[in-house]
DNA sequence: GATTATTTTCCAGTATCTTGGAAATATGAG
DNA sequence: CTCATATTTCCAAGATACTGGAAAATAATC
């Protein structure tokens, strides 16, 4: 029949879900059954999430994107319309340290390291900032301000961190650290490639 | 009381998701109601997921991942079957450090951190060794020595480190870093609960 | 120990995920 | 066109995800 019975879930769905599912299924040209098969998941189900008439449970998710050969962030998350930062308080007792006069990055970790993982002491003289061009993607950002108040800003995001806070966020976008307080700032980053 | 209802869900759950979320919100210090905020999940979902007795829908998994700053993929996939130990070789020249008679061991980030994320500054006088218990599943220490010579051992691996080296390792298993030089050793240490 | 506050778990109730099988639609052959 | 086959969508039915508030357990304070 050609009428529906009047729109059975309008569905606001702002998840792109359903046609990533079915663009990476047609794409191998798999009927349902086919991926119903391969994943485990029923024909019916796999119709619905490529509909946008249900969103799948995370182990429903998982098999469909072990059976597609792509990781669950490739199938669910849009391409950057994740939060860039993620902000937690810490407590207020800040760590005392020396402070310098002057700005600098001590590494921590041997540059240009064949690891995954690297990190640094940072230092920011009054009004310093470092600003950093897009890394890898899924690269991440684990800040931890020692002393001092700076604004960490990524893609769209902006927040401020005073002593004791930490932030997380993405590196794979346009990024920087803002001395926006009077006192020096030290800190201590922590960068990872996903 | 103390009886059971009869085990209401026997729940196979291969998947260690509960255990995982747990671990990454007690790491920062997150009681339900809080993450519930953070995150947009009701305490009571939250609760059931730790306990296993719910596994979420994928946008529910989302958005938990997002107010953790993690991945999907790092808060639902295997917890990874990599190797034990991973040896980096770095260039030879140590940076100079002023050393201590005594072994030490300071946190660069607050302790008991809100964060899946933890570093220290190593210092082992001659002989000294740092030994640690399994941590929560999954978790992984990344170490870069600075000056000395270290021994890794974790799981039945073991690997020898001198200054300027970086070894990654599983830290969910008893593992342990010996100083096997003659001079002390200075090294960092970042903590990653996956 | 008692009282208060905090955190976690339990408990309906509602919404919806999930499935097997039945309709509907599309594709092909003769 | 008719029939047969393949693919997709629709449809009960059962299970369970998800939530708000109550009860239980835990921690903190006096």
């Not at 860039?84 to 240009?112: C, E, F, Q």
Request: charged content about 25%.
């Amino acid at each position: 029949m050609s009428a529906r019975k009047s729109r059975p879930k309008p569905d606001p769905a702002r998840t792109p879900l359903g046609r990533r599912l079915h663009a990476l299924r047609s794409a191998r040209g798999w009927s349902l059954d086919v991926m119903a098969k391969a994943s485990g998941v029923s024909r019916s189900m796999l119709s619905q999430i490529e509909r946008n008439r249900a969103n799948p449970t995370l182990m429903v998710a998982s098999r469909i994107a072990r059976a597609l050969g792509v990781t669950l962030d490739e199938l669910a998350q849009s391409p950057g319309a994740t939060s860039s930062v993620t902000v937690i308080r810490g407590d207020d007792h800040s760590h005392h340290y020396h402070s310098d006069k002057l700005s600098r990055i001590r590494t921590l970790s041997p540059l240009h390291l064949e690891k995954d993982v690297e990190f640094y002491e940072l230092r920011l003289a009054k009004g310093g900032a470092l600003r950093s061009a897009a890394h890898f993607e899924g690269t991440r950002e684990y800040l931890t301000v020692t002393s001092g108040r700076v604004e960490i800003r990524s893609a769209d995001d902006s927040e401020t961190l005073c002593a004791g806070d930490s932030a997380s966020y993405r590196a794979d976008v346009p990024h920087s650290i803002l001395n926006t307080g009077r006192t020096e700032v030290v800190a201590h980053l922590v960068v990872i490639y996903l």
